[in-house]
């Protein structure tokens, strides 16, 4: 069965970096488009970034532009969220998702807090 569990979420201070990371199992990792989403208190779950399945593509919200990279390491089924210039308002749950076989799959999530 599909799953996705993903790690390096914390508290940092604002101007910090994190690198999180999803690691993927029961499914073709390297055939497949892989996204981040994230969900602040008391708003929807938004899409952070996608990445194709050979890395050739990747697409941001505006609000990332600039300060988070995607990429993924197909030999190792994980994908991975590079965050620099971190904001309070990235604060949220950080979720992993794949889009396979008409169904979306979804990690845990990993909790990133931006703050003094």
């Known amino acids: 069965q599909v799953q996705l569990v993903e790690s390096g979420g914390g508290l940092v201070q604002p101007g910090g970096s994190l690198r999180l990371a999803c690691a993927a199992s029961?499914?073709?990792?390297?055939?497949?488009?892989m996204s981040w989403y994230r969900q602040a208190p008391g708003k929807e779950r938004e899409l952070v970034a996608g990445i194709s399945s050979d890395s050739s593509t990747t697409n941001y919200v505006d609000s990332v532009k600039g300060r988070f990279t995607i990429s993924r390491d197909n030999a190792k089924n994980t994908v991975y969220l590079q965050m620099n210039s971190l904001k309070p308002e990235d604060t949220a749950v950080y979720y992993c998702?794949?889009?396979?076989?008409?169904?979306?799959?979804w990690g845990k999530g990993t909790l990133v807090t931006v703050s003094l």
């Open positions: 029961g499914f073709t990792f390297s055939a497949y488009t």
């Open positions: 998702n794949v889009f396979y076989y008409a169904k979306y799959y």
